[in-house]
């Protein structure tokens, strides 16, 4: 018995879950669970199904196809684990986070390098049997160094990137030949600080909430589709060093609660928003 999840978006249509379901019915499958989303506005269908038996996915796939739309989306895939190279710059919250459920498999992937513009968190990250690759930006174009990156992720094909507060602009050339791919997570303010020492703005402005967001990267920084947010609250008692603390901790968390879903084929892409069953 092999454990699957198929993923479909297409026009809607009247008795399409029917329809579906009935595929895999009639290929003497289990469905385990099904979710359905309709987008009203723009008239769209948007399922995903867990399901488990023996079955040839070519054929499935084909039954599909004779009574979905011509348009239709179809993802079929077995559960697996996904593998992901991490970028990072300095700072160790999300990779100590990543590494840890990493080593204990508490999510779904497996880390298979590690690469930063310092070396900084090479001790951290060697102390895991992971490796790390120091490609520094200093002296060469933004390019060129990217060019580096690519050379070497593509190595190892991964499913996924994470920028694990990689703090290095991504140029539209090496987001687009990883569409989709990479996941970033920030931090969230509002009022919204921009620029050096965000925490120190937010400490002078008396900020109440502090969050996180973990989106997929596109051309446009900080601004590509929501995957997962969360906020913790703060006072007038807190400092900006403890606020910075507070925001580490959420970020963390929302990093690794939005990869659990990406890695779980819960996540659908549509324009510039998501679709999740969780």
């Given at each position: 018995?092999?454990?699957?999840?198929?993923?479909?978006?297409?026009?809607?249509?009247?008795?399409?879950?029917?329809?579906?379901?009935?595929?895999?019915?009639?290929?003497?499958l289990?469905?385990?669970?099904?979710?359905?989303?309709?987008?009203?506005?723009?008239?769209?269908?948007?399922?995903?199904?867990?399901?488990s038996?023996?079955?040839?996915?070519?054929?499935?796939?084909?039954g599909?196809?004779?009574?979905?739309?011509?348009?239709?989306?179809?993802?079929?895939?077995?559960k697996?684990?996904?593998?992901?190279v991490?970028?990072?710059?300095?700072?160790?919250?999300?990779l100590?986070?990543?590494?840890?459920?990493?080593?204990?498999k508490?999510?779904p992937?497996?880390?298979?390098?590690?690469?930063?513009?310092?070396?900084?968190?090479?001790?951290?990250?060697?102390?895991?049997?992971?490796?790390?690759?120091?490609?520094?930006?200093?002296?060469?174009?933004r390019?060129?160094h990217?060019?580096?990156?690519?050379?070497?992720?593509?190595?190892?094909?991964?499913?996924?990137?994470?920028?694990?507060?990689?703090?290095?602009?991504?140029?539209?050339?090496?987001?687009?030949?990883?569409?989709?791919?990479?996941?970033?997570i920030?931090?969230?303010?509002?009022?919204?600080?921009?620029?050096?020492?965000?925490?120190?703005?937010a400490?002078?402005?008396?900020?109440?909430?502090?969050?996180?967001?973990?989106?997929?990267?596109?051309?446009?920084?900080?601004?590509?589709?929501?995957?997962?947010?969360?906020?913790?609250?703060?006072?007038?008692?807190?400092?900006?060093?403890?606020?910075?603390?507070?925001?580490?901790?959420?970020?963390?968390?929302?990093?690794?609660?939005?990869?659990?879903?990406?890695?779980?084929?819960?996540?659908?892409?549509?324009?510039?928003?998501?679709?999740?069953?969780?």
């Amino acid at each position: 018995m092999t454990d699957y999840i198929l993923r479909i978006d297409c026009p809607d249509e009247k008795g399409l879950v029917h329809k579906i379901t009935g595929v895999l019915f009639f290929n003497n499958l289990n469905i385990e669970r099904t979710d359905e989303f309709v987008d009203i506005d723009n008239n769209l269908f948007f399922m995903r199904v867990a399901f488990s038996g023996d079955c040839e996915p070519e054929r499935i796939e084909d039954g599909l196809r004779g009574i979905l739309p011509n348009s239709a989306n179809i993802d079929l895939s077995t559960k697996q684990v996904k593998d992901v190279v991490v970028l990072v710059t300095k700072e160790h919250h999300c990779l100590s986070d990543l590494l840890i459920r990493n080593e204990f498999k508490d999510l779904p992937f497996n880390i298979l390098a590690v690469v930063g513009n310092h070396e900084v968190l090479r001790p951290l990250t060697e102390k895991f049997n992971i490796p790390f690759h120091y490609i520094p930006a200093e002296g060469i174009t933004r390019i060129e160094h990217e060019k580096k990156i690519e050379e070497l992720v593509k190595s190892y094909s991964p499913d996924y990137l994470i920028l694990a507060k990689f703090m290095r602009i991504l140029t539209p050339e090496f987001t687009e030949k990883f569409s989709k791919k990479v996941v970033n997570i920030h931090h969230s303010f509002l009022p919204a600080f921009i620029g050096a020492n965000p925490y120190k703005q937010a400490y002078q402005r008396g900020v109440k909430i502090i969050g996180a967001t973990a989106h997929f990267v596109t051309d446009d920084l900080d601004e590509g589709p929501i995957i997962f947010q969360d906020i913790t609250r703060v006072n007038h008692t807190k400092n900006a060093l403890e606020m910075a603390q507070a925001g580490r901790d959420v970020e963390k968390i929302v990093l690794a609660k939005a990869l659990k879903l990406v890695f779980e084929d819960r996540v659908f892409i549509h324009g510039n928003k998501t679709i999740i069953f969780e």
